[in-house]
């Protein structure tokens, strides 16, 4: 029982671990988005992508785009992460 | 597994059979209106209809059950409550305002896109999950139950839970009249009925929903108002892209069109005649500079003159008309010296501000090394501000208690952000179209031959014009420089500056009404869940039986509605600068305590009481000392950082004061580590 106890811990803290390692990685992902799109806007409007200068495209669309990308992510990897430890 | 799948397959053939129902109303409207129905009565229809289909659906969903009223039994599915969240976001100010502040400001507008999209990670990473996992009803729950204190959990949970109530109803509430105004404001534009009654109307229909119903019923009544507010949206634009530039998917298209608008702003930025304009604005502001600083010598004078003309007027017996607009002229002038010092500071102003060159669309942070320094730093600070702010407001993360389960919480934000872009990346390109339109089809006509809706929209309101136009030079063309239009009108007006029918015209109101509603109702039912369940229910009387709190919260939603409509209807500040402070309030007070809450174990009942309070006092200091409109002066700005986003000042305060403080009291008890582990525990 005891034994049992101190398992069920572990992989408790386990799960925790990988649970925050990808939250971190994934809030890097949103401030990088974030900030590099708003502080390098001068710079990056030289260069355009379909017709919009970049910052344009990147404040407008191409930033909330990738905010998407991070959210479908992170529900994916979080199901098989709880799946794994349940199982 | 299968009762859940039947049930959202009869919930997907419901929604199907009213958006087929809502295409053949339309369709029904646009063939009436070809057979000759006026105008106004196509208004009153579809005011008449949708507020009628959302008092319906809260009839059908009324319940007295206590998990149905606060939670909606925990039931809906993820793409549904994602829908829902969207409509209870997309408010007002997303619907009507936004696409005009973005034609205004060009690329520094678009903060408003990444900082109202991107705020939706911080929920679904660091807040929704756990408070799924809690699952109780409100966001005070969560904090009093986590910073209950170590000697009494049952007790110490009082001062914190108090502090949270008041964080959410001073957030929610000037966002619920910002709202509720803008119900009052469309009421009366497309109804021609008056304002308070246009408020009361719209009150009406959100009270019989959200009273019946509580959750239950707004989150159905949300995703019918969702589908309209899509429908109306896209219409529009994707009529103008497809006039543009023969591509109906204006997302897509407007990168085609940005390019050539840039070169239109450049050749109406060497136009000799717009420079006439704007030179004929400066003398104008050096003339009030003049007056202003020889007041009030100069008041006494122009107050003699006025009379002096009105009594020749007079004398030589002129026509009626004369007399009166020199009576109205006299009447309208200044009544005091220090009137005029205020009035003519304005008008001033103003004049310099039109005197301004144009600005350009794509171009960020336009002007000088130093201004645009101070814009970049800005566009940060409020991209951070609106972000940390939408992942603390209440009546969102409220919604993260209604789905069956945790890994349902995430995949409802994901599907909330995706529903929510369907309408924030066509902003943009509605903005770009419409500015396209104006500076290539507006500009350059001849005064007599202005389209129809110009003469509408100039017309509309009188004492405020939303929009104005007039031949300041004499030359009998239109300058771009003598075009002034509010935010607040451009997606109002899309349909018609397109040259579509009067239907979609209402079609466009009924979807800003219901961007408003919606919210409206989210918002209400957080203000009265928090009164209702964490006053009464858990300050004031723990042993009242669930029939009895459900009565209560409704009987306090029907008070603080009507509050809300009292306070709209005094018609304070413009719609954007209301929500925004709201955004900088929530982030400063309930996000560093939320997040904290769930990822760091270490922080306290004292850390969090002093870290809410610090991060509220400091943005209200911050937004009093230096906001014009409340009285503040923006001399006393830090590092030129504007009020509206006195958050960046406050959630580091917030954060340090809890870290701080926490440290320096004892750890809290081994009640709330477990509570912490049991949140970041997997489901079973």
Same mark, same amino acid.
């Given at each position: 029982?005891?034994?049992?106890?101190?398992?069920?811990?572990?992989?408790?803290?386990?799960?925790?671990?990988?649970?925050?390692?990808? #939250?971190?990685?994934?809030?890097?992902?949103?401030?990088?988005?974030?900030?590099?799109?708003?502080?390098?806007?001068?710079?990056?409007?030289?260069?355009?992508?379909?017709?919009?200068?970049?910052?344009?495209?990147?404040?407008?669309?191409?930033?909330?785009?990738?905010?998407?990308?991070?959210?479908?992510?992170?529900?994916?990897?979080?199901?098989?992460?709880?799946? &794994?430890?349940?199982? | 597994?299968?009762?859940?799948?039947?049930?959202?397959?009869?919930?997907?053939?419901?929604?199907?059979?009213?958006?087929?129902?809502?295409?053949?109303?339309?369709?029904?409207?646009?063939?009436? &209106?070809?057979?000759?129905?006026?105008?106004?009565?196509?208004?009153?229809?579809?005011?008449?209809? #949708?507020?009628?289909?959302?008092?319906?659906?809260?009839?059908?969903?009324?319940t007295s059950n206590v998990l149905e009223y606060y939670v909606a039994g925990r039931r809906v599915?993820?793409?549904?409550?994602?829908?829902?969240?969207?409509?209870?976001?997309?408010?007002?100010?997303?619907?009507?305002?936004?696409?005009?502040?973005?034609?205004?400001?060009?690329?520094?507008?678009?903060?408003?896109?990444?900082?109202?999209?991107?705020?939706?990670?911080?929920?679904?990473?660091?807040?929704?999950?756990?408070?799924?996992?809690?699952a109780q009803y409100?966001?005070?729950?969560?904090?009093?139950?986590?910073?209950?204190?170590?000697?009494?959990?049952?007790?110490?949970?009082?001062?914190?839970?108090?502090?949270?109530?008041?964080?959410?109803?001073?957030?929610?509430?000037?966002?619920?009249?910002?709202?509720?105004?803008?119900?009052?404001?469309?009421?009366?534009?497309?109804?021609?009925?008056?304002?308070?009654?246009?408020?009361?109307?719209?009150?009406?229909?959100?009270?019989?929903?959200?009273?019946?119903?509580g959750m239950r019923?707004?989150?159905?009544?949300?995703?019918?108002?969702?589908?309209?507010?899509?429908?109306?949206?896209?219409?529009?634009?994707?009529?103008?892209?497809?006039?543009?530039?023969?591509?109906?998917?204006?997302?897509?298209?407007?990168?085609?069109?940005?390019?050539?608008?840039?070169?239109?702003?450049?050749?109406?930025?060497?136009?000799?005649?717009?420079?006439?304009? =704007?030179?004929?604005?400066?003398?104008?502001?050096?003339?009030?500079?003049?007056?202003?600083?020889?007041?009030?010598?100069?008041?006494?004078?122009?107050?003699?003159?006025?009379?002096?003309?009105?009594?020749?007027?007079?004398?030589?017996?002129?026509?009626?008309?004369?007399?009166?607009?020199?009576?109205?002229?006299?009447?309208?002038?200044?009544?005091?010296?220090?009137?005029?010092? =205020?009035?003519?500071?304005?008008?001033?102003?103003?004049?310099?501000?039109?005197?301004?060159?144009?600005?350009?669309?794509?171009?960020?942070?336009?002007?000088?090394?130093?201004?645009?320094?101070?814009?970049?730093?800005?566009?940060?600070?409020?991209?951070?501000?609106?972000?940390?702010?939408?992942?603390?407001?209440?009546?969102?993360?409220?919604?993260?208690y209604t789905?069956p389960?945790?890994?349902?919480?995430?995949?409802?934000?994901?599907?909330?952000?995706?529903?929510?872009?369907?309408?924030?990346?066509?902003?943009?390109?509605?903005?770009?179209?419409?500015?396209?339109?104006?500076?290539?089809?507006?500009?350059?006509?001849?005064?007599?031959?202005?389209?129809?809706?110009?003469?509408?929209?100039?017309?509309?309101?009188?004492?405020?014009?939303?929009?104005?136009?007039?031949?300041?030079?004499?030359?009998?063309?239109?300058?771009?420089?003598?075009?002034?239009?509010?935010?607040?009108?451009?997606?109002?007006?899309?349909?018609?500056?397109?040259?579509?029918?009067?239907?979609?015209?209402?079609?466009?109101?009924?979807?800003?009404?219901?961007?408003?509603?919606?919210?409206?109702?989210?918002?209400?039912?957080?203000?009265?869940?928090?009164?209702?369940h964490?006053?009464?229910?858990?300050?004031?009387?723990?042993?009242?039986?669930t029939?009895?709190r459900v009565?209560?919260?409704?009987?306090?939603?029907?008070?603080?509605?009507?509050?809300?409509?009292?306070?709209?209807? #005094?018609?304070?500040?413009?719609?954007?600068?209301?929500?925004?402070?709201?955004?900088?309030?929530?982030?400063?007070?309930?996000?560093?305590?939320?997040?904290?809450?769930?990822?760091?174990? =270490?922080?306290?009942?004292?850390?969090?009481?002093?870290?809410?309070?610090?991060?509220?006092?400091?943005?209200?200091?911050?937004?009093?000392?230096?906001?014009?409109?409340?009285?503040?002066?923006?001399?006393?700005?830090?590092?030129?950082?504007?009020?509206?986003?006195?958050?960046?000042?406050?959630?580091?305060?917030?954060?340090?004061?809890?870290?701080?403080?926490?440290?320096?009291?004892?750890?809290?008890?081994?009640?709330?580590?477990?509570?912490?582990?049991?949140?970041?525990?997997?489901?079973?």
């Amino acid at each position: 029982m005891k034994n049992h106890h101190t398992m069920d811990k572990l992989t408790r803290q386990h799960h925790w671990q990988r649970a925050r390692r990808l #939250t971190a990685l994934l809030l890097a992902l949103w401030l990088t988005t974030g900030f590099c799109a708003a502080f390098f806007a001068r710079e990056l409007a030289g260069l355009s992508v379909f017709g919009w200068p970049l910052s344009f495209y990147l404040a407008a669309q191409g930033a909330s785009l990738v905010y998407l990308a991070i959210l479908a992510f992170y529900a994916w990897r979080m199901r098989k992460l709880d799946r &794994e430890f349940r199982a | 597994m299968k009762p859940q799948r039947t049930y959202f397959q009869r919930l997907r053939y419901y929604y199907s059979l009213f958006t087929g129902g809502f295409a053949c109303f339309l369709i029904a409207l646009a063939a009436l &209106e070809q057979e000759g129905m006026p105008r106004v009565w196509i208004g009153y229809l579809f005011m008449f209809a #949708t507020i009628v289909l959302y008092a319906l659906i809260g009839v059908i969903s009324r319940t007295s059950n206590v998990l149905e009223y606060y939670v909606a039994g925990r039931r809906v599915p993820a793409m549904f409550n994602g829908m829902a969240t969207a409509a209870d976001w997309i408010s007002a100010a997303s619907f009507i305002s936004l696409a005009g502040g973005l034609y205004l400001h060009g690329f520094d507008g678009l903060a408003y896109i990444m900082g109202w999209t991107g705020g939706y990670c911080l929920v679904a990473l660091l807040i929704a999950p756990y408070l799924r996992k809690f699952a109780q009803y409100t966001i005070p729950d969560f904090l009093a139950e986590r910073y209950g204190g170590a000697e009494n959990a049952e007790h110490g949970g009082r001062a914190v839970r108090i502090l949270a109530v008041i964080a959410t109803i001073t957030v929610s509430f000037t966002y619920v009249v910002a709202q509720i105004y803008a119900v009052g404001l469309i009421a009366s534009r497309f109804t021609g009925v008056d304002f308070s009654v246009g408020i009361f109307l719209g009150l009406a229909s959100i009270l019989v929903c959200s009273f019946l119903g509580g959750m239950r019923a707004i989150t159905w009544t949300q995703v019918a108002q969702y589908i309209i507010i899509l429908v109306a949206f896209l219409i529009p634009a994707m009529w103008l892209s497809a006039k543009h530039s023969d591509n109906p998917i204006p997302q897509v298209a407007y990168g085609k069109l940005l390019p050539k608008l840039s070169a239109r702003e450049h050749v109406l930025q060497e136009d000799p005649k717009e420079a006439e304009v =704007r030179a004929i604005y400066r003398q104008r502001a050096a003339d009030y500079e003049a007056r202003l600083k020889t007041l009030p010598a100069s008041w006494e004078a122009g107050r003699i003159d006025l009379q002096r003309k009105l009594d020749s007027v007079k004398a030589r017996n002129a026509s009626l008309l004369e007399i009166r607009s020199a009576e109205r002229e006299l009447v309208a002038y200044p009544k005091s010296a220090d009137d005029a010092e =205020r009035a003519w500071t304005d008008a001033r102003e103003q004049y310099l501000q039109r005197a301004e060159p144009i600005t350009p669309h794509a171009t960020p942070y336009p002007g000088d090394k130093a201004t645009s320094d101070i814009k970049r730093n800005n566009f940060l600070a409020l991209v951070f501000c609106l972000m940390l702010g939408t992942a603390a407001l209440p009546h969102i993360l409220m919604r993260s208690y209604t789905t069956p389960s945790v890994h349902d919480t995430r995949v409802s934000v994901f599907w909330t952000l995706f529903f929510i872009l369907l309408i924030y990346l066509t902003i943009p390109a509605l903005a770009v179209l419409v500015k396209y339109d104006i500076y290539s089809a507006l500009v350059g006509t001849d005064y007599n031959h202005l389209p129809n809706w110009v003469s509408y929209w100039t017309n509309v309101d009188k004492l405020n014009p939303l929009f104005s136009i007039n031949d300041v030079n004499h030359d009998g063309v239109v300058q771009l420089a003598e075009i002034t239009i509010d935010a607040d009108v451009l997606v109002l007006a899309t349909p018609e500056i397109a040259g579509l029918p009067y239907v979609i015209s209402g079609l466009v109101a009924a979807g800003g009404l219901a961007a408003a509603l919606s919210t409206a109702d989210g918002l209400l039912l957080a203000i009265s869940n928090a009164l209702s369940h964490d006053v009464y229910y858990k300050l004031v009387d723990r042993s009242a039986s669930t029939q009895k709190r459900v009565t209560i919260s409704k009987l306090l939603l029907l008070a603080v509605a009507f509050i809300a409509a009292y306070a709209a209807s #005094t018609k304070p500040g413009d719609i954007l600068s209301l929500v925004g402070a709201a955004f900088s309030l929530a982030g400063s007070t309930l996000f560093p305590a939320l997040v904290l809450g769930v990822f760091w174990k =270490r922080a306290n009942h004292q850390g969090a009481i002093a870290g809410m309070a610090a991060g509220f006092l400091v943005c209200i200091y911050y937004m009093l000392h230096t906001s014009p409109v409340l009285g503040g002066s923006a001399a006393g700005q830090w590092f030129h950082i504007a009020p509206i986003s006195a958050g960046i000042f406050g959630v580091p305060a917030g954060v340090l004061t809890i870290a701080v403080v926490s440290l320096l009291t004892p750890a809290p008890g081994r009640q709330t580590a477990a509570l912490v582990d049991y949140i970041r525990a997997p489901e079973q």
